[in-house]
Structure formats: C-alpha cells, structure tokens
C-alpha cells in the first residue's frame, strides 16, 4: 500500500528495512544508529533520509510518526557467543524501543534477533509488548531456507496494535508461540521454525523470485551479463572455477542464481577474509557497503556481521504479515 512511512532504529546498512520497505511498499522517514562505520554507510548512500542517532537520548514526541517502526536491536545480551547477562546487559536497549512505540504508536512494528533471543529476554520483550497494547507473532527462519549458503537462524517479530481490527488479524497473539511460551519456540526444526500459532514456511527466494540484492529486485539481462553484473563489475569479479569451493560448491552456486551475482573471491590479496565476500554472503549488492568512502576493513566486517539478509528478512516478514496484516502486505 502507496504512502507508507518507515522509521528505523538501529539501522546499520539497513538490511531489515530493505525487507520491510519490500514487503509493505513502503518508504523510509528516518533512521537511528550511533556506530561510525553505520553512519557512514547511511551518510553515503542515504544522505537525505535523517538519521535521528541515539535512540536512547530520543525525545519521541519531536520524531516524525511513522507507519512501521523496525529494527534489528543489539543482539550480544542474548547471544550464544557472548555472556548472555540478557536484560542486565548494558547493551539492552528494548526498554528504549518500548518507549518509542508508546509514543509513536504505529501501526506496525517489525523486529529482528539472534535465535537465542528466544530462551533470554524474549518474555520481557512480548510482556511489554502486551502491556503497550501489542499483539505479536514470531518465526525463526535460516538465512539457508532462502537459498544463502550459511544457516544464520534468525527471530524476526512482527506485532500490531491489539485495538486496530481494520488489520485484519486475531486476537490473543502475543504471549503464545508453537508451544506454551517463547522457550517452547526455540525447537530444532527446519522451516519457519516456531511460528506463533501455527505452523508454516516462507517460500525460498529461488522459488518466487524474491526481493534480490539489497531488496531491490532481480538484475535482469537487459542491463547486466546474465549474473547481474552490470559493465562497472564485470572486469573486478570473474566466475571462480569449481575446484575453488570444494564441498562449498553447490551452496555458493545456488546464491549465485538468487543473488543474481557471482562470489567474489572470499580472501584478499593478503589472504584475509575479504569484506566483499561478507557483502555477498549477506545478499547485498556489490560495493554497498565496501564501496562507501572512507570506510576501513574493520568497519566493513562489524558492519556486515551486524546486518541481516535482505532476503530472508523478507521472507519471514512475509509470512508474518500474511497472519497478522494482509491488507498490508504486497507480494514479496
């Protein structure tokens, strides 16, 4: 649906609301995020979108209102590879998310997180929710099931206003996952795992041809070689022979064909993991983030490995919007 309005915390270089800017239609207001190599990704490629900066020091009542309101929050008090001090983390900034949505009230708001979300801090997070007048569903998706060759199991959440029956959803979602609560979620399965009330898979981007590169569609022929690279990138990146990828072969061919792009090499000259393989490997567009001016490597790789897939961000949004918000949603 024309005119809707995003507003983004935690932005990063904005892989989530690539997806969410697919799925609804939807243009983006304002971003918010404190981190130098951020800023300078959001700076260089949106230099007339506001970047609001600290949402912790945010007065709500003076940011323009949105529509959606979205954002991929700090993951590391959560995280299996961190301390997992979940809401006693310094780093926690949900209640500052919360306090947004109380004052900006919109009619849809979108979240994403570790996997690992789910067994530490997720109860607060749906409680809150449920106390500003939230429903809520939930899904776990692998960046796989959408064709990546790298699993990155992800929560996504989507949650609209329990008084807003023009939306079309039910009621009584918030607090109820597949089982009786958010830990009975996190179970081993392979598709769309722990879906709120119910079951159900995204359809892999391969199938549907998915949002593409940077949620920007699919290249097709008329502007690039085949593989969506357009003139500027065929002399940088050549098809790298078979052998190079071992038993890796099969996965990163099948990204190719999603991606619309080849793999860069995945090492630099100086036999280091190279930014552009990441880049490829999360789904965006060659040179989105290792083409911005001034960034180092160091701020290319925190960057990246903070980010999300444009496309399984779609995918799991999609599905969560066809429950909750189909008068909403478009094809994604």
């Known amino acids: 649906m024309a005119g809707l309005r995003i507003g983004s915390l935690c932005s990063g270089y904005r892989?989530?609301?690539?997806?969410?800017?697919?799925?609804?239609?939807?243009?983006?207001?304002w971003v918010s995020d404190i981190d130098p190599g951020a800023n300078k990704i959001l700076a260089h490629r949106w230099p007339?979108?506001?970047?609001?900066?600290?949402?912790?020091?945010?007065?709500w009542d003076d940011v323009e209102s949105v529509d959606i309101l979205c954002g991929g929050y700090p993951c590391q008090p959560f995280s299996t590879t961190g301390l997992r001090k979940g809401t006693q983390d310094e780093r926690h900034i949900w209640p500052y998310i919360a306090d947004a949505l109380r004052v900006l009230r919109p009619r849809v708001a979108v979240f994403e997180n570790v996997a690992g979300h789910?067994?530490?801090g997720f109860d607060t997070v749906l409680a809150d929710l449920a106390g500003l007048g939230f429903d809520a569903e939930w899904c776990l998706v692998r960046a796989s099931e959408?064709?990546?060759?790298h699993p990155r199991r992800r929560l996504f959440l989507l949650a609209t206003p329990s008084?807003?029956?023009?939306?079309?959803?039910?009621?009584?979602?918030?607090?109820?996952?597949?089982?009786?609560?958010?830990?009975d979620g996190d179970r081993t399965a392979t598709h769309a795992e722990g879906v709120g009330r119910g079951e159900g898979r995204p359809e892999p981007a391969r199938q549907q041809g998915g949002p593409g590169p940077a949620g920007g569609g699919r290249a097709t022929a008329a502007d690039t070689d085949g593989l969506g690279r357009g003139p500027e990138e065929r002399h940088i990146w050549a098809r790298q022979p078979d052998a190079v990828w071992g038993r890796f072969l099969p996965a990163v061919r099948r990204w190719?064909?999603?991606?619309?792009?080849?793999?860069?090499?995945?090492t630099d000259d100086r036999n280091r993991l190279s930014p552009a393989f990441v880049e490829w490997l999360m789904g965006l567009r060659a040179g989105h983030v290792t083409d911005v001016p001034g960034l180092t490597r160091t701020?290319?790789?925190?960057?990246?490995?903070n980010g999300v897939v444009p496309q399984q961000a779609a995918a799991a949004i999609q599905l969560?919007?066809?429950?909750?918000?189909?008068?909403?949603?478009?094809?994604?």
């Open 48 to 59: 007339t979108t506001p970047n609001i900066g600290d949402l912790t020091a945010a007065r």
């Open 146 to 149: 959408v064709g990546a060759p």
């Open 320 to 332: 969560l919007a066809s429950r909750t918000v189909p008068s909403l949603a478009v094809a994604a």
């Open 15 to 29: 892989g989530l609301d690539m997806a969410v800017e697919k799925v609804f239609g939807a243009t983006t207001a």
């Open 163 to 183: 008084d807003a029956p023009h939306l079309g959803h039910e009621r009584g979602r918030t607090a109820r996952g597949r089982g009786d609560g958010p830990a």
């Open 118 to 120: 789910l067994r530490l």
């Open 256 to 266: 190719e064909r999603v991606t619309g792009r080849y793999a860069p090499r995945a």
């Open 299 to 305: 701020q290319q790789l925190k960057a990246l490995g």
